[in-house]
């Protein structure tokens, strides 16, 4: 298997100064693994879902080379329901509700032909299921990202911070970098973060881009592309990770030049999940969509300039 991807398969709820949804499928893995799939084939997704979760839905992920035998179906349980209402800048949210469901007592079994996966993505999801996760792989993958949210740090810190310690890559937003760490700066942030294990820290911060730090001081920088119209931000962190991991799945190549292209890939996949609703942008992209917004990415950031001296 390329790549395993672990998270959250929900109902979310949206409320922007756009407009509003009812239950609309969400989740952190759903956006991971839709975005991923753009780069790379062989993706097993392990979740759980109730029986209110729309089968043409897992039919679809299929369609899209996304292998759902590790996806539980508890028929008479519901899907994890997420609600969520943005501000008028769209860089914040307030949590309307988190309502766990399938969630509370789900042992996560990864299937026996994905248990040594090149690449393991840990979408957002209760530390101790992803603790769970890693502990179920027979070969330590290549690399193992890992996504987390500020929910998790305020319930279950002590085993996040243990995940934190297994894995190579730790993506999180400005704000949980913050609290995570107590530091303003988030160079300090980072510095302290990546003393506690992984080999890089990815600070998302919205429409402002993201930063990407090494052990050794380096740091790269990826704008987010200035769109005229951002109608959605739900998933865009979930997109970008999906992006990033895929691109390295299909790649195979975990040095630091290739982890800055997958940081492009990675906010290239998320400025389309922010152009709709949910996952209706990620789930229509066409290649060509994507190697003009890669394009679109490339002139942003091109520049020739000659030194002073
Ligand atoms: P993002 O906008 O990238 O932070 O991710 C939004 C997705 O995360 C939504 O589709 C939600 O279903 C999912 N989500 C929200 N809260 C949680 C949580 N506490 N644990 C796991 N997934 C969550």
């Not at 949210?149 to 999180?172: C, E, G, S, Y």
């Not at 790649?251 to 292209?261: E, W």
């Amino acid at each position: 298997m390329s790549l395993l991807v672990v998270g959250t398969v929900a109902f979310d709820a949206i409320e922007t100064p756009f407009g509003k949804t009812d239950k609309i499928v969400g989740g952190a893995a759903t956006y991971i693994s839709l975005a991923a799939s753009f780069h790379t084939k062989d993706i097993g997704l392990v979740s759980v879902v109730g029986g209110d979760f729309p089968k043409e839905k897992i039919a679809f992920l299929n369609s899209k080379g996304i292998d759902t035998s590790g996806l539980e179906i508890k028929e008479d349980e519901k899907s994890f329901f997420w609600s969520g209402k943005y501000h008028n800048d769209m860089n914040t949210r307030d949590t309307l509700a988190t309502e766990l469901n399938v969630l509370l007592d789900f042992d996560p079994k990864v299937p026996n032909d994905q248990t040594a996966p090149d690449f393991l993505m840990l979408g957002n999801l209760d530390p101790d299921l992803q603790a769970k996760v890693l502990d179920q792989m027979t070969k330590r993958p290549k690399l193992i990202a890992m996504d987390t949210m500020n929910f998790w740090m305020d319930m279950k810190l002590d085993q996040l911070k243990k995940n934190i310690a297994r894995i190579d890559v730790l993506t999180i937003n400005d704000e949980e970098a913050r609290q995570l760490s107590g530091e303003y700066s988030l160079v300090k942030a980072a510095k302290l973060i990546l003393s506690w294990g992984p080999k890089y820290l990815i600070i998302k911060k919205g429409e402002h881009g993201a930063l990407l730090f090494d052990k050794e001081n380096n740091v790269f920088f990826a704008p987010a592309l200035p769109l005229e119209e951002v109608f959605d931000p739900t998933g865009a962190g979930d997109s970008f990770a999906g992006g990033f991991i895929g691109y390295l799945a299909a790649t195979k190549d975990i040095s630091f030049d290739n982890l800055k292209r997958a940081v492009i890939i990675g906010s290239a996949m998320a400025s389309f999940t922010v152009e709709k609703f949910g996952t209706q942008r990620l789930e229509a992209i066409s290649p060509q969509e994507v190697d003009q917004r890669l394009q679109a990415f490339n002139n942003l950031v091109q520049v020739d300039i000659a030194l002073a001296h």
